[in-house]
């Protein structure tokens, strides 16, 4: 019964969050703020993450090709395949429902301890719209960050690859090259659409509706943690049933 409650708060807060628009030139100033927050606070952890790990899936794919038979441009192809169908637009994204998705909920839970929240209300503010769409609009540059990660992982790759002394520039871009689909990038930037919305709605969710004080500003934290991550995982599946079967 608890589940089927959190839904329909979940619902009718994105009801109220596209009713009673705040003043235009006030939500543009707050959209920019979200993005300098949000999306450009973020690149740093995003570009170092990706680049090491696409060295590693470099390695790791590397000495596992023991069979002589096998071309060595299989690193730049397995490199390119794992980031950008998986590593940039998936696991990037949880990494971002812990640093993003726990700002958004303790920022706006701390607003509802100290009842600014409530303040909003009283003078006729659709809190919600003014708390949670200018995150929505900011994380909709979502997917330049997965763009951007997705270049610093291949390149990660690269190195890791040839001054490794793994393969050659020239066998590792012969990989990269080989078969490539673009639908997979379709296919890519459209999770990551679906997670940019998920990591927007759901911290906002878990922080609005939190009750209690400081302390359970901290819970509300940890348990949107949880819900963003297994609702990445699950629109993940279901996006790749749909665009990939």
Same mark, same amino acid.
């Given at each position: 019964?608890?589940?089927?409650? @959190?839904? #329909?708060?979940?619902? =009718?807060?994105?009801?109220?969050? +596209? $009713? $009673?628009?705040?003043? *235009?030139?006030?939500?543009?100033?707050?959209?920019?703020?979200?993005?300098? @927050?949000?999306?450009? *606070?973020?690149? #740093?952890?995003?570009? +170092?993450?990706?680049?090491? %790990?696409?060295?590693?899936?470099?390695?790791?794919?590397?000495?596992?090709?023991?069979?002589?038979?096998?071309?060595?441009?299989?690193?730049?192809?397995?490199?390119?395949?794992?980031?950008? =169908?998986?590593?940039?637009?998936?696991?990037?994204?949880?990494?971002? &429902? *812990?640093? %993003?998705?726990?700002?958004?909920?303790? $920022?706006? #839970?701390?607003?509802? %301890?100290?009842?600014?929240? @409530?303040?909003?209300?009283?003078?006729?503010?659709?809190?919600?719209?003014?708390?949670?769409?200018?995150?929505?609009?900011?994380?909709?540059?979502?997917?330049?960050?997965?763009?951007?990660?997705?270049?610093?992982?291949?390149?990660?790759?690269?190195? &890791?690859?040839?001054? #490794?002394?793994?393969?050659?520039?020239?066998? +590792?871009?012969?990989?990269?090259? @080989?078969?490539?689909?673009?639908?997979?990038?379709?296919?890519?930037?459209?999770?990551?659409? %679906? +997670?940019?919305?998920?990591?927007?709605?759901?911290?906002?969710?878990?922080?609005?509706?939190?009750?209690? *004080?400081?302390?359970?500003?901290?819970?509300?934290?940890?348990? $949107?943690?949880?819900?963003?991550?297994?609702?990445?995982?699950?629109?993940?599946?279901?996006?790749?049933?749909?665009?990939?079967?």
């Amino acid at each position: 019964m608890k589940y089927i409650r @959190d839904i #329909g708060s979940y619902f =009718l807060m994105l009801k109220r969050v +596209f $009713s $009673s628009f705040t003043k *235009g030139s006030v939500i543009k100033e707050l959209i920019f703020k979200e993005i300098d @927050d949000l999306i450009i *606070g973020s690149m #740093g952890i995003v570009a +170092f993450i990706s680049f090491f %790990v696409g060295g590693v899936i470099a390695i790791q794919t590397a000495l596992n090709l023991e069979n002589p038979l096998i071309p060595k441009s299989l690193i730049g192809f397995a490199t390119r395949q794992s980031i950008i =169908l998986e590593f940039a637009p998936t696991f990037i994204s949880i990494i971002m &429902a *812990g640093k %993003v998705g726990s700002f958004i909920t303790s $920022s706006i #839970g701390s607003m509802r %301890v100290t009842e600014q929240i @409530d303040a909003l209300e009283v003078m006729g503010i659709n809190s919600l719209n003014y708390l949670v769409f200018p995150k929505l609009a900011a994380l909709m540059l979502y997917p330049f960050v997965i763009a951007i990660a997705m270049f610093l992982g291949i390149m990660g790759g690269f190195i &890791a690859g040839v001054y #490794g002394g793994f393969t050659s520039a020239t066998e +590792f871009v012969a990989g990269l090259q @080989d078969s490539f689909n673009p639908f997979h990038l379709t296919y890519a930037f459209t999770k990551t659409f %679906v +997670f940019a919305f998920i990591l927007a709605t759901v911290p906002s969710w878990q922080g609005y509706f939190m009750k209690g *004080g400081a302390l359970e500003v901290g819970k509300a934290s940890t348990n $949107s943690f949880v819900w963003t991550s297994v609702l990445i995982i699950l629109s993940n599946y279901i996006v790749t049933q749909l665009l990939l079967s």
